[in-house]
């Protein structure tokens, strides 16, 4: 019996050790997300997906356990941010764990022309889950952003609530702004709008499949979402018109960084190399862009910490034919060919990184 009890002590310790270890590597990932470049630029578009909804906001309530990612992008617009539902608010931003009492009476202090924008993480999410959440908002106007591959925005708002292109563009040239703006490389509105999927009724009809997971590249195949909600009517016709042909072209290059995956996703290295790094020289900040070349540096280390030096140069090789003119990828894959054994490739490698970090390059200029 005793010997029964010792085992069965030992056995709850085993699984003390396994849910600490899963716990802290969890806390580690999710704490290297949040400091990652890419991360932060996701949040940033975040944000600004409801600001650009209503550009003239000045009181934003903060609802969800992962808010405090956020908040701090409001305050640096220039919004007033609160956490508790007292008073009128223009905007109501959701993300991370909310309960249903807090849900309810949030939306009871956002002003009648006020946005809702609601933080979708689409990890492991079914359509028929997506779709649901879609319905579920109780609002005339519903749409849909894609900051990231799997962080996405709704907002929801009375339909003739059409904010003004002269508001969301003046929205842009706010000094307290600038760093973040400038930090996510978006610091143009036609650059948010890469994030702009379409209207509810867009998205619907892009899942077939109820049980299929949700996807970036359900759109991919679809028309380039209309902006026709926009009030345009106090802007110079030519102004006008080269901001709105600016948004179609960068949506259609999210498009193109999309079909990069699809490429990726069927292991054809080569073409989705070459996808990427077409929609690159059009927008070098496209956050769906910025997480793929994030990732494939993180896939980079892990291959070199498993002795995988080959496959850790597919990953550098990549990453340098998107963006040519950074030094670090291609000194990386100098240092797996010198693994390798490969000396003359990597010698040239390595003249060709410290030509880029010194801008002597023929392409620069330089002698």
Known sequence: MKKIVLVGMAAIMVLIVVVACRCLLSGVEDSRRRESKAFRCVRTV????????????AR?????????DY?????????????EPKGEFDIV???????????????????????WAECIDAREMKASVFKTRLQALPYEC?????????DWVLVGRKADARPRLEDMMDLFAREGAFDDLA????????????SYAGTREDMLPAFSGEDALVEPENFVTREVAPVDWIDCDAVDADIRDGALREMRSMQIVRRI??????????????????VWARAALRNPGDTILVERLERLSVNAQAFLKLGKAAMAARCYDTMAQVRPDDPMPVYNYALCMQ?????????????????????????????
């Open 93 to 115: 931003f959701v993300s991370g764990n909310v309960s249903p009492r807090m849900v309810k009476a949030a939306r009871k202090v956002l002003a009648p022309d006020g946005a």
């Open 257 to 274: 960084v999309l079909v990069g995956d699809m490429q990726a996703g069927r292991h054809d290295e080569e073409k989705s190399a070459e």
């Open 339 to 367: 693994q390798l054994g490969k000396a003359d490739i990597a010698e040239l490698a390595f003249k060709r990184a410290k030509e880029l970090s010194t801008g002597t390059s023929q392409e620069g200029g330089g002698k």
């Open 46 to 57: 975040s944000v600004y997906a409801a600001l650009v909804e209503n550009p003239t906001a």
């Open 183 to 194: 930090v996510a490389q978006c610091n143009t509105l036609p650059v948010a709008f890469a």
């Open 60 to 68: 934003v309530l903060v609802l969800g356990d992962t808010v405090g």
């Open 142 to 150: 519903v749409h849909v952003w894609m900051p990231g591959e799997k």
């Open 71 to 83: 908040s701090g992008f409001f305050e640096h617009a220039g919004l007033v941010c609160e956490t």
